[in-house]
């Protein structure tokens, strides 16, 4: 298959303000180019072996996304500009430039692999599946990960987010509901942690397929596992069966467009008590997301927590 690449030309330092304003418009997978060096501790806390350093930083970065051949991207890019035009009062954007090319699957969807290398978060070790897993992690859970073109490795801030709050609200047995499941990674974790039955839901069937052959590869059975395509903001015959159902934790890393009007029905899915765990949240939508919660006389704010640009908005059911 046949994608639309577009290239942005950005300044460093506009990086992660620029991925912000592409999430919000619904572009999930972006590429990053820069020459900013990474410390000896940022080396070591990823995990990746450096051959050489990078150039000399000047100031200048590249983001790339994708759009499918016959997609009409011109309202996007117009979008974006526009965005970009109101940002550069505020944020030095740069030169705002955007380069237009065409590229095959196998450009992107195998290569992106030399840069997913094993990682920790709490007590989880999470590796790529192509990977041998390092003799000193024995002693922790071991999750293998292979995405295919489905998000999550685990290792974005959002995604780290999740699963700290799931270590810290999760018990034996819980009932989890994972509304945009990505490659199944929370799902794994919250079996991993004990939970008695999972349920996983994605607009993308990409998703769905590469959660059942991660299950797989972790040895996970898929008894006590549903899997649904589709979403649950539209389609109201799966709001009724998570109503039903009552789940003792619903985690949804998504984006804060999509949890603003998820917070006013989840409630809805949840157990007297239940925990929402909320992320995929920039830091520019922090209160939108804290005032839909609000909204919600169902919900009680609990926590909100951070890293990076990120944030993790947890709500617990009254």
């Known amino acids: ?3 639309n690449k577009y290239r942005l030309k950005t300044t460093t330092q506009a990086t992660d303000f620029v991925c912000g304003l592409l999430i919000e418009l619904g572009i999930s997978g972006m590429e990053v180019e820069d020459h900013i060096q990474l410390s000896e501790e940022e080396k070591k806390a990823q995990f990746i072996d450096y051959l050489a350093d990078l150039p000399e930083d000047d100031g200048t970065a ?3 996304f994708y759009t499918e051949e016959n997609d009409d991207a011109n309202e996007l890019l117009e979008t974006l500009r526009e965005k970009l035009k109101e940002a550069s009062d505020f944020v030095d954007v740069g030169e705002g430039s955007i380069e237009k090319s065409v590229t095959e699957d196998a450009d992107w969807v195998n290569n992106w692999k030399q840069y997913f290398k094993s990682f920790t978060v709490e007590n989880f070790f999470i590796k790529p599946t192509w990977e041998k897993a390092d003799a000193k992690y024995q002693g922790m859970k071991m999750i293998e990960i292979d ?4 998000f999550g490795t685990g290792k974005h801030d959002t995604t780290q ?3 700290k709050e799931l270590i810290r609200y999760m018990k034996p047995d819980d009932r989890v509901l994972d509304l945009g499941c990505g490659s199944g990674i929370l799902s794994i974790v919250a079996k991993k942690l004990g939970a008695g039955a999972v349920t996983m839901t994605d607009i993308d069937k990409a998703a769905i397929e590469a959660a059942k052959e991660n299950f797989e590869v972790n040895g996970i ?3 006590h596992v549903e899997l649904f395509e589709g979403n649950v903001l539209e389609d109201e015959t799966m709001q009724r069966y998570f109503s039903a159902q009552q789940y003792d934790v619903v985690v949804a890393n998504i984006l804060a467009d999509v949890i603003v009007p998820l917070a006013g029905m989840v409630d809805r899915f949840l157990k007297p008590g239940g925990v ?5 949240i920039i830091y520019m939508k922090e209160d939108a997301v804290r005032e839909a919660v609000s909204r919600n006389p169902n919900l009680t704010l609990h926590t909100v927590e951070k890293q990076g640009d990120w944030r993790a908005v947890t709500a617990l059911k009254r």
């Not at 929402?276 to 995929?280: A, E, L, Q, R, V």
């Open 161 to 163: 987010l999740c699963i």
């Open 147 to 150: 995405p295919g073109t489905a």
């Open 276 to 280: 929402f765990i909320s992320s995929g």
């Open 221 to 223: 059975s898929l008894d």
């Open 1 to 3: 298959m046949k994608w």
């Open 62 to 64: 590249y983001i790339s």
